[in-house]
């Protein structure tokens, strides 16, 4: 069980660049969600999703999108990545109804110049 | 809406102190209260979680209990260890949602031999 993972691990992006950071998990959870944590400002959740073909906008959506094609994987996008999204990004999933822990990925460390 | 607040770091105690951590919270309704851990370069790990008022969750030696009261969360452990040094979230999710949480700045701990 590999449990939560993020690809990439870093990356340094140009302001204007895109890209997208992938997180997959392997417990068959329902709900998946990404945060970002600066520094002061503990984690904040950007997007959520609660199944498949599913997704909810948490509170700093601005500026990223998101989709839930397969159950397993939730993708996060930065269409014109600004410095202001320098941050680290975690995902976490969740199993639906009763056990309210969420699993958390090690996270994707992002530079934008 | 659901906040959190939790005290400022870094804490900073030698080893075999006796370690608390404040957390407060505001929030409709019952929430379920986690606290997590995160050790450098790392994910998030739940440390410890209580569903309902007078509830005490425990782990590793560490303890807190949901005082609806005070609305308060604080996290103790009797003595603490180098090994325990890492940044503590304090957190609640509200049970009704989609379990979104919603997090503490975090204290970060710094055990010295």
Redesign the interface.
């Known amino acids: 069980n590999a449990g939560?993972t993020q690809t990439p691990k870093f990356r340094v992006l140009k302001t204007g660049q895109s890209m997208t950071l992938l997180c997959a998990q392997d417990m068959n959870h329902e709900?998946m969600?990404w945060?970002r944590q600066d520094p002061?400002?503990?984690?904040?959740?950007i997007h959520?999703s609660?199944g498949e073909g599913t997704t909810?906008k948490?509170e700093v959506p601005d500026g990223y999108n998101v989709s839930r094609l397969k159950k397993q994987n939730f993708l996060l996008g930065l269409e014109s990545a600004a410095p202001s999204q320098t941050s680290v990004y975690?995902c976490?999933s969740?199993k639906r109804g009763g056990e309210?822990?969420?699993?958390?990925?090690?996270?994707t460390r992002l530079l934008v110049l | 809406g659901d906040s959190v607040t939790q005290m400022e770091g870094p804490v900073t105690l030698s080893e075999e102190a006796f370690l608390t951590i404040n957390c407060t919270y505001t929030a409709t309704g019952y929430p379920s209260l986690f606290w997590y851990v995160q050790y450098p370069g790392e994910g998030l790990q739940l440390l410890l979680k209580a569903t309902k008022a007078d509830d005490k969750g425990s782990n590793k030696g560490f303890e807190a209990t949901y005082r609806k009261e005070t609305t308060s969360f604080h996290l103790e452990k009797g003595s603490v260890q180098v090994s325990d040094s890492a940044v503590y979230f304090c957190a609640l999710s509200d049970p009704t949602g989609y379990s979104t949480l919603t997090f503490g700045k975090g204290t970060m701990l710094l055990v010295s031999p």
């Open positions: 939560v709900y969600y945060y002061g400002m503990g984690l904040r959740l959520y609660v909810a948490g975690f976490a969740k309210e822990t969420q699993y958390f990925g090690p996270g």
